[in-house]
């Protein structure tokens, strides 16, 4: 299928129930005073979005997913004036509603009535998308939009660690999931001057593609206890910081067991399983006095304050961050939902996916 000259339509890859994903042609979004219309180039693929196509769903149907996006503006609403067609962005996907408490506080992601794209409405899983102007965040010359569509998971990774009160010189870290966030959770940790970053995964090949990134202090957690591998490397003093980007249960307990007195353990990844914890892990978390933090989302300034975002495109440009040995793939959006299949039923090694509606020359 491929877009006619029709400007009142577009090609879209839409969720019409769990597991109903149709390639097909949709009305072209308009944009509203103060939003703006882009050209998707890419969108990323979250972990998220696998159980919310194949088990979950999205908040009504149809709805056309993806979260992870940047493109260029086609068109600016009413009342919109300082971006121009062409205007390479990315994008933050949360919808604030701007009147609650943490709103008034700027504190957007702790909004009590957000919006979301790609979930609670429709996002970038198709050509064009609508979004608020105060969402868009310029893309520095030098950073590609591929790159910049890894913008919202490398600002959660930057986030997870600020939440802690970030690392430094004599720190040692540990990160249990060497899945993209973990990965850019890895270079973020290594940028501000950890000592030693340990990742454990049980899949080899991201494990290898690790090393390829620089980390040296990698373990295959069927392979080794994490617990005796730190308390080897450590003197048994265990990691400063542990980071928990797996979301399973077993990864849960060996990231509480590993941090040492004083300690800080984050939880990034989303639960797939309830979690149960030993009294005696307990008790030991206890006695050291681990301090065990939630993460959600990233910080972000409709002001173009200092961000996380802004954070995370400077890191791209000075190339402080890496991401794209990280792209392991480039997916017309015809085949997006096959690309999903693929991830699900993990027939082919894969870190960050990346859509795209093709037709885009940068």
């Known amino acids: 299928m491929t877009a006619g000259p029709d400007s009142r339509t577009m090609n879209a890859c839409v969720l019409h129930a769990i597991g109903d994903m149709r390639y097909e042609q949709v009305p072209r979004p308009q944009p509203g005073p ?31 997913i993806g979260h992870e996006f940047a493109g260029v503006v086609e068109a600016a609403g009413p009342g919109v004036t300082d971006v121009v067609p062409g205007d390479r962005v990315a994008v933050f996907p949360l919808l604030w509603c701007g ?27 198709a050509e064009f998308v609508v979004a608020p102007r105060q969402n868009l965040v310029r893309v520095p010359a030098g950073v590609s939009l591929a790159e910049a569509a890894m913008t919202e998971p490398a600002a959660v990774a930057l986030h997870a660690l600020r939440r802690a009160g970030g690392c430094g010189p004599g720190d040692n870290v540990a990160i249990f999931g060497a899945g993209p966030i973990g990965l850019m959770v890895a270079q973020w940790a290594r940028a501000m001057g950890a000592s030693r970053i340990f990742i454990f995964d049980i899949v080899p090949q991201k494990l290898a593609l690790a090393g390829d990134l620089g980390f040296m202090l990698t373990f295959n957690n069927r392979e080794t206890d994490p617990a005796q591998v730190i308390a080897r490397e450590t003197g048994r003093d265990g990691v400063n910081l542990a980071i928990e980007a797996a979301g399973v249960p077993a990864t849960f307990g060996q990231a509480l067991a590993v941090t040492g007195r004083g300690g800080k353990m984050v939880i990034l990844g989303n639960p797939a399983a309830d979690v149960t914890l030993p009294a005696g892990l307990i008790s030991q978390a206890m006695r050291r006095e681990v301090a065990i933090l939630g993460t959600w989302n990233s910080e972000y300034s409709a002001a173009g304050n200092s ?28 085949e997006a939902f096959d690309a999903l299949i693929m991830m699900r039923d993990q027939r082919d090694f894969y870190a960050k996916v990346l859509i795209s509606p093709g037709g885009f020359a940068e």
């Open 307 to 334: 961000d996380d975002w802004q954070t995370v495109l400077a890191a791209m440009a000075s190339g402080q961050l890496n991401l794209t040995p990280l792209i392991t793939h480039r997916v017309p959006l015809s």
């Open 99 to 125: 009147h609650c408490p943490p709103c008034e506080q700027g504190k957007y992601v702790q909004c009590l009535n957000y919006d979301y794209l790609g979930s609670r409405r429709d996002g970038a899983f």
């Open 34 to 64: 103060g939003q703006v219309l882009l050209r998707i180039a890419y969108c990323g693929v979250c972990g998220s979005d696998i159980p919310r196509v194949f088990v979950k769903g999205t908040y009504h149907f149809p709805t056309i």
